[in-house]
């Protein structure tokens, strides 16, 4: 099945700067790229996905890119807040079977 | 609008015990999963539901088992819990359907945590 590998595991950045947290991916089949974040106690809720037939897509701070020859994705968060700071999850699915990453603590210090 | 509601939100059980996990969704959607979080190991889906009356496994399916009981409601069954078990569980639901356009996205609930002493 899907393996999804996700690095680093925790990311700390200073408020303003810019947080990258880059996933990979082992089936090729896989076509939908979503990304998830989760604050203490909550479900993970999306906040940026990407299909397998766009390499990039943004929505005001943050961002995804994918390279589907080489089998990863990104995501990108400029001018990071301190409501930023939860865990992020990467994801790829085929169809009903979405596997997950890890995830990353993101930190960002006022 | 509620989305999706699991009970219970805590629940401490012995080796051997079962005990069943309930979730309903409000947002007439046709898929719905099963996931448990353990530390450092992201989210495993145990089982999914492409629509009423389907179940089919993912991948931890061992010691679990669901029911899909209409569109709204999808429960997990420990039926004799271990330590392994011990875990938090989310359930899910989406709109997608198979072959279609509609987003993959899923809807989580706030999670049940599981303790198995």
């Known amino acids: 099945g899907e393996n999804v590998e996700q690095h680093p595991s925790t990311l700390s950045v200073q408020e303003g700067d810019s947080a990258v947290i880059k996933c990979t991916y082992s089936d090729s089949a896989s076509n939908y790229f979503p990304w998830y974040k989760q604050e203490l106690g909550k479900g993970p809720q999306l906040i940026i996905d990407i299909r397998s037939n766009v390499g990039e897509k943004k929505d005001q701070r943050i961002a995804v890119t994918l390279n589907k020859t080489a089998k990863h994705f990104s995501l990108h968060i400029t001018e990071t807040q301190p409501e930023d700071s939860a865990v992020y999850f990467c994801a790829a699915s085929i169809g009903y079977d979405m596997r997950f990453g890890a995830g990353t603590r993101l930190t960002v210090k006022p | 609008n509620a989305g999706v509601t699991q009970t219970p939100k805590f629940q401490v059980l012995k080796t051997g015990q079962s005990m069943t996990l309930q979730c309903a969704q409000d947002?007439?959607?046709?898929?719905m999963y099963w996931y448990r979080q353990d530390p450092g190991m992201g989210l495993r889906l145990i089982y999914y539901s492409a629509s009423e009356g389907t179940t089919d496994k993912g991948e931890v399916p061992n010691g679990y088992n669901v029911s899909r009981l209409n569109k709204r409601e999808f429960s997990l069954r420990l039926e004799s819990a271990a330590p392994s078990q011990t875990s938090v569980y989310f359930c899910?639901?989406?709109?997608?359907?198979?072959?279609?356009?509609?987003?993959?996205?899923?809807?989580f609930g706030e999670g049940s945590r599981l303790t198995v002493l």
């Open positions: 947002m007439n959607h046709n898929s």
């Open positions: 899910a639901s989406s709109e997608l359907v198979w072959g279609s356009a509609n987003t993959g996205e899923l809807f």
